[in-house]
């Protein structure tokens, strides 16, 4: 690009690029890590056994990321699958071992999420699902301390659809303790490990529906709560499971965050993706549209100035969990989904230029964020 151009007709062109042109043919050298860093961002993604087991998938991650999320091998069921003394510890040590070893910020998720919980768990009286809470924080948290860059202490602590008051999700920890597991969980994790960032990720918050709506009533309540009650909750995660089929509007999402980073200080995007299931079969117009949706979504979220992350949930398409509910039949069809900004081949997509024209935007301001009106 000439450097003769003009600094708006510069931003057109880089405005334009990732629905325009192949990224890759356009700028072959650019690496998503290191465009973040200079817009004050961490760009990363999840990661689970194919970064071991695929050397192409882990040239990937070590040209793009600066820092890794545990997809699964932190979660209690894949911890402790067995029943509360058998612990599986193999894969998660070897990813926050990877994450050391390459300079990576390690993101743990999730302590403690009330979805999915092992069958042996569910069986245990709620004097005895109090025991686990407490020393499975102790235990993991100790465990990694010093090495955990950020926790997702709780995860998705709302859905409406379970009908509990505040909107709380349903499962062991909520009937263990009450909505208190939050505070709880945020102040063991903080004794066990005091210099962890430590944080609530919840999901939904961008859509503009009864769902949305609720979701983010909830959090605003819970994060007064917390900070009323002198919690140490230092982050909110926002996953950006991007749903183009149903109601949203980002600039609302915009304004819910730019509320929240004034009373938490940082705010992350955790699990960034678009499921494309609503889009038509035609590869060419679907990467479009899924490259539009990051770039629309990011166009609002990296105004806010206390937006300090973003993650892709994996980098590559056929490791989306998107493709694993299609091969099963959870969405509305079977062909392979393209929600991330990589393909199989692991070629740049659309998806990967709006990613890197978002960061690059957000860098040539010099404080994101603060522009009169940016946040409206
Ligand atoms: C997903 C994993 O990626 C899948 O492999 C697993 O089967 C189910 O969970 N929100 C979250 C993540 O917080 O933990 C979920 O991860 C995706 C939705």
Redesign the pocket.
Same mark, same amino acid.
């Given at each position: 690009m000439s450097m003769r151009l003009s600094r708006r007709k510069t931003l057109g062109l880089l405005a334009a690029a990732p629905l325009a042109m192949s990224p890759a043919a356009a700028r072959p050298l650019a690496a998503l890590g290191p465009a973040a860093a200079r817009a004050g961002l961490i760009y990363g993604a999840?990661a689970?056994r194919a970064l071991f087991d695929d050397a192409a998938y882990r040239t990937l991650y070590l040209r793009h990321c600066r820092a890794i999320t545990s997809?699964?091998d932190l979660?209690f069921d894949w911890l402790r699958p067995h029943g509360p003394a058998r612990w599986e510890w193999g894969p998660a040590d070897r990813l926050v071992a990877f994450a050391e070893r390459t300079g990576m910020a390690f993101r743990g998720?999730?302590l403690i /999420?009330n979805e999915?919980p092992p069958g042996w768990l569910k069986r245990l009286s709620l004097a005895e699902i109090r025991r686990v809470f407490d020393e499975h924080i102790d235990t993991v948290v100790g465990r990694y301390a010093g090495r955990v860059a950020v926790w997702d202490v709780v995860?998705?602590p709302f859905w409406p659809g379970h009908g509990r008051p505040g909107g709380y999700r349903d499962g062991p920890w909520l009937a263990a303790f009450g909505p208190s597991y939050v505070a709880r969980a945020l102040k063991r994790a903080r004794a066990a490990d005091p210099k962890a960032v430590l944080a609530v990720?919840e999901?939904h918050c961008e859509r503009d529906d009864a769902v949305g709506r609720a979701i983010r009533k909830g959090m605003r309540r819970l994060v007064d709560g917390l900070l009323e009650a002198g919690a140490p909750l230092d982050a909110l995660g926002f996953?950006g499971?991007l749903q183009p089929q149903l109601p949203y509007d980002d600039a609302r999402f915009a304004g819910f965050l730019h509320e929240l980073g004034a009373k938490v200080g940082r705010l992350d995007i955790t699990?960034l993706d678009v499921n494309d299931e609503s889009f038509p079969d035609d590869v060419k117009r679907r990467d479009a549209l899924v490259a539009r949706r990051y770039r629309d979504f990011l166009t609002h979220v990296l105004r806010v100035k206390q937006v300090r992350a973003v993650i892709n /949930?994996?980098l590559a398409d056929h490791y989306s /969990?998107y493709a694993?509910l299609a091969r099963n039949g959870e969405l509305r069809t079977r062909r392979p989904p393209r929600p991330l900004p990589f393909d199989a081949a692991y070629q740049p997509k659309p998806a990967f230029g709006a990613l890197l024209a978002a960061f690059e935007a957000r860098s040539r301001k010099p404080e994101p964020g603060n522009r009169k009106g940016a946040n409206r």
């Open positions: 999840s689970s997809d699964v979660k998720h999730a /999420w999915n995860n998705e990720n999901a996953q499971h699990e /949930w994996q /969990w694993g």
